[in-house]
């Protein structure tokens, strides 16, 4: 497995759209747990995954981004893809991917997963 690596980021005004792309590993064993974690400024960025992806497409979002963002992979690429809609103020921070290859599922918290990208700022502006 390789360090994921994020790219997508930027500034956009409030009720716009992003999309953010992870260019993560292949599942092992079929095993593979993909997330995307936001840390603002003053905060720990371990905590809780914003959303989550396994192997099987299976999904979860934080209830903040629920019915607004989608997360998506494509197995060709190895691209995990965050899509961000109706953006929000309270959306701004830096996003970070993470993977992990040694559960069938998805977990929340950020020290089950063993590989982190460098992360991708998002600003949203009111």
């Known amino acids: 497995q390789v360090q994921p690596v994020e790219s997508g980021g930027g500034s956009v005004q409030a009720g716009g759209s992003l999309k953010l792309s992870c260019a993560a590993s292949?599942?092992?064993?079929?095993?593979?747990?993909v997330a995307w974690f936001r840390q603002v400024p003053g905060e720990q960025r371990r905590g809780n995954a914003i959303a989550v992806i396994d192997q099987n497409g299976d999904t979860n979002f934080d209830d903040s981004v629920k019915g607004r963002w989608r997360i998506s992979q494509d197995f060709a690429t190895n691209y995990v893809f965050l899509e961000m809609n109706n953006l929000k103020p309270e959306d701004t921070g830096a996003y970070f991917c993470?993977?992990?290859?040694?559960?069938?599922?998805?977990?929340?918290?950020?020290?089950?997963?063993?590989?982190w990208g460098q992360g991708t700022q998002v600003t949203v502006s009111s």
């Open positions: 292949a599942p092992t064993l079929n095993k593979r747990c």
């Open positions: 993470a993977a992990d290859y040694r559960r069938h599922f998805c977990v929340w918290g950020a020290d089950y997963f063993q590989y």
